[in-house]
């Protein structure tokens, strides 16, 4: 049997169905798949080992896959189910609609059905020490291309950034800014960052990522004046954003060299001293750093993305990114070294 964390049983009595569907979700990493192509054998399968999505047809040769379905309820199984069937109107009144429910025709939408399989994959690891803002920060500081997908108990959908501009996001409820403020705002999101190749989706976003975090951020702050306190002794509100947006009334993100004079205002010789100029090649080269340390941390090897941060930073000491996600690597990982 399947020893790998994520488990999905394929139920499909038609043999080239149901390799297509185990050749498809072979290619997902972390994840382990078996077919079967009847109830019976199906229902050995779930009693000994409860899988985490199954890919259920619905006429099988020793019955349904509504029989499949009272199976997982007996033992209490919380699986997602994924109907691929040409019979989905035949059965329809005795599905039970809700949120672990897919329905799929045939013939297979084979990038919807890896789309949900890996959303359901994403809801069983733990959140990284980063959220969707802080990924937004370091992706569009870093002139990078890439796609941000965010899985959560509120929020499912994408933000899309090409070049460092913020280019577009879409979640279940919508697309463009209003997609990107519930994104960036989710707590305790699931988080995977993938390179954008190409740009597959028009632009929904026209305003600079800056003034959209702030206002995201102004928003989040709003609401929590309005919630009531618990007690008079309660902390404020804690929030997942980086510590340099952590109330309104902090200035746009800008890159060091053009950060607003300090209030004394100094001469502009020494505020000049202050700043750090990186050559062509010297940026390049931090900018590596960087996405060395943001791949590292997606694939949760910490030790590898402190030590690319801090390369980063010998480059750029006075990068604040940099400072505050070493802070909080270092905190994640001395957090663990004291567990026992």
């Known amino acids: 049997m399947s020893s790998a964390p994520f488990f999905v049983l394929v139920v499909e009595d038609e043999p080239f169905a149901r390799m297509v569907h185990l050749g498809a979700i072979a290619r997902l990493p972390g994840v382990s798949a078996v077919g079967v192509g009847s109830v019976s054998e199906a229902q050995t399968i779930i009693a000994q080992q409860a899988p985490q999505v199954v890919v259920l047809d619905l006429q099988l040769t020793d019955g349904t896959g509504i029989d499949v379905m009272a199976r997982l309820a007996e033992q209490r199984i919380p699986a997602v189910l994924i ?76 933000i899309v950034i090409q070049h460092g501009v913020l280019w577009s996001a879409h979640d279940e409820q919508g697309n463009g800014v209003q997609a990107f403020t519930r994104m960036v705002l989710s707590e305790k999101a699931l988080i995977r960052v993938t390179p954008s190749r190409s740009l597959t989706t028009p632009r929904s976003i026209e305003e600079s990522w800056e003034g959209l975090i702030l206002d995201a951020m102004r928003e989040k702050d709003e609401a929590a004046r309005v919630r009531p306190a618990k007690t008079r002794s309660e902390p404020p509100p804690t929030t997942t954003a ?94 663990k070294q004291s567990q026992p």
Not at 242 to 266: D, G, H, K, N, Y
Not at 269 to 284: C, E, F, G, N, P
Not at 313 to 334: C, I, K, M, T
């Open 83 to 158: 109907v691929v069937s040409a019979h989905i109107e035949t059965f329809r009144n005795r599905l039970r609609h809700g949120p672990q429910l897919h329905l799929l025709g045939k013939p297979t939408p084979i990038k919807e059905l890896l789309r949900i399989i890996e959303a359901a994959q994403r809801t069983t690891l733990e959140p990284g020490p980063f959220s969707p803002l802080d990924y937004v920060q370091l992706a569009c500081m870093g002139q990078h291309s890439v796609v941000i997908s965010c899985v959560g108990r509120e929020v499912c959908g994408e």
């Open 242 to 335: 980086a510590p340099i947006l952590s109330t309104p009334a902090a200035p746009p993100l800008v890159m060091p060299e053009t950060l607003p004079p300090a209030p004394t205002t100094p001469s502009p010789a020494a505020s000049s001293t202050k700043r750090t100029v990186l050559s062509d090649s010297d940026r390049q080269l931090f900018d590596e750093h960087v996405e060395r340390g943001v791949r590292a941390v997606v694939e949760r090897n910490f030790p590898i993305a402190i030590a690319a941060f801090e390369e980063a930073q010998r480059l750029w000491p006075d990068a604040p990114l940099v400072r505050h996600r070493l802070e909080r690597l270092r905190l994640l990982q001395s957090a």
